[in-house]
């Protein structure tokens, strides 16, 4: 398979949307099946690459979970898919395709056999600007900026569950005093999630009163769209769940929910919005 990878644009403002066309082409003698491009890890995932002196110089952008649709290529017969996400990273960057893996399909593509695309580059242009989150709370407003360049998929996608309005009127189901407050499950059960998962991407920073931190199961690459807030230190958590940002304005409502565990269901993200400042 021949696979190539084009964006609409060299050049992007913070938060707008980028799309990318992945084509695939059969270059066999033979009809093949191949799944069709869309982002799941079954069919195209990308590679994010930044300065090699980064502190994080590349990031794995995919979704565990959903199945790919699949389509029957003649011999010389191409396949295209539209993959829209928003810009979210303010700088220069390199972007590849990772399309179909086979064998042993690692999480993060170690060791994996996989076809990829052409490299393509593009920059993000902030103008000075942010892109935070702004919750709105029956405690009050808090607002939180994101660490993209620490947990790029993470931030990607609690960004486009947050466009949709995936998280308004979602309840903090679980409250700790001096430790967390979580939310982000539709069912309030502490069990739901968007129907897919992301593998890890842990990073260095602590956890501490108003860090973000993605909730998971036992299994590392298991996060979806749970996340929790600290209400306190809680070292035991750093570098085993993936921080992806931080509240930077309305702690008080923070720490007010986080108050009593007989708040848990009692409050509730009333509106996520996302703003750019």
Same mark, same amino acid.
């Given at each position: 398979m021949a696979v190539q990878l084009t964006l609409d644009k060299k050049e992007y403002l913070l938060g707008d949307t980028v799309r990318a066309t992945v084509t695939v082409t059969n270059d066999g003698a033979a009809a093949v099946s191949v799944p069709k491009p869309e982002l799941c890890m079954p069919s195209v995932s990308f590679r !994010? !690459?930044?300065?090699?002196?980064a502190a994080t110089p590349e990031s794995i952008v995919t979704r565990l979970g959903p199945e790919a649709g699949t389509v029957k290529l003649e011999p010389g017969k191409s396949v295209s898919g539209l993959i829209e996400f928003p810009a979210i990273e303010a700088h220069g960057l390199m972007i590849e395709a990772l399309y179909n893996p086979r064998g042993r399909a690692h999480p993060h593509f170690v060791n994996t056999q996989v076809e990829t695309s052409n490299r393509v580059a593009f920059h993000v242009k902030s103008g000075g600007k942010k892109l935070?989150?702004?919750?709105? /709370?029956? #405690?009050? @407003?808090?607002a939180a900026e994101f660490y993209p360049e620490r947990a790029h998929n993470h931030v990607l996608s609690f960004v486009q569950l947050a466009q949709k309005g995936y998280f308004n009127g979602i309840k903090f189901h679980r409250v700790v005093p001096s430790f967390v407050i979580q939310g982000g499950d539709p069912t309030g059960t502490g069990?739901?999630?968007?129907?897919?998962?992301?593998? $890890? @991407? +842990?990073?260095?920073?602590? *956890?501490?009163?108003?860090? !973000?931190?993605? #909730?998971? /199961?036992?299994?590392? *690459? $298991? #996060?979806?769209?749970?996340? +929790?807030v600290c209400t306190a230190r809680t070292p035991h958590l750093d570098n085993q769940y993936t921080v992806f940002g931080r509240v930077v304005s309305g702690l008080d409502a923070v720490m007010k929910i986080g108050a009593s565990a007989d708040n848990a269901g009692r409050f509730s993200m009333k509106k996520v919005e996302l703003v750019l400042e």
């Open positions: !994010l !690459l930044r300065n090699p002196d935070r989150a702004k919750f709105s /709370t029956e #405690a009050g @407003e808090f069990s739901g999630g968007p129907g897919y998962r992301m593998p $890890s @991407e +842990f990073n260095e920073i602590l *956890h501490e009163p108003g860090v !973000l931190s993605m #909730a998971r /199961t036992s299994d590392p *690459h $298991s #996060a979806g769209s749970q996340f +929790f």
